[in-house]
């Protein structure tokens, strides 16, 4: 049994527009652009007051680098320190690693990563005026003396 397709949409192959209906077209292609155009404009000012604000937030009054007298902030973790090692001894390649981040108080955070053939271990310990809870590893008072020196 042949299989007979039917057409979904049959267009005529001449379009007779009168004058008059070539002229509602055009008008109301016409409106519907100008409404696209306001749109856009629309949608930019808006972004632009968005950025306005944004720039506000980023540099508060009283708080920016002019208010500070253009010195960096003291509690970003300025102070950064790598060690790097062989936690093992049949390891090769110093694949661990102590990384110390903390601020211009001593408040931060100890980060190691101790590698072996089979597993990695990682810890985060937490810094207040450079001494943590946690005992540290003499790796990580490494770090700390490295971030130090920074």
Known sequence: MPVRLVP???LPT????????????AVSAAAVAALAFLLVLLALARV????KKLRRLGSPAGSGPAARGAG???QALRH????RYDAFQD???????SAALYDDN????????INGRTETRTYAKSLIDLRSDHTLSPEEQQAIEAARRD
Do not use: C, Q, Y
Request: proline share 5%; charged share 20%; aromatic share 2%.
């Open 106 to 113: 001593g408040d931060g955070i100890v980060i190691s990563s």
């Open 91 to 97: 390891m090769g390649g110093r694949m661990s690693f």
């Open 80 to 83: 950064i320190g790598v060690v």
């Open 8 to 10: 979904l949409l049959s």
């Open 14 to 25: 001449r379009l007779d527009l009168t004058h008059d209906t070539l002229e509602v077209v």
């Open 72 to 74: 960096p902030d003291p």
């Open 48 to 51: 632009r007051a968005l950025n």
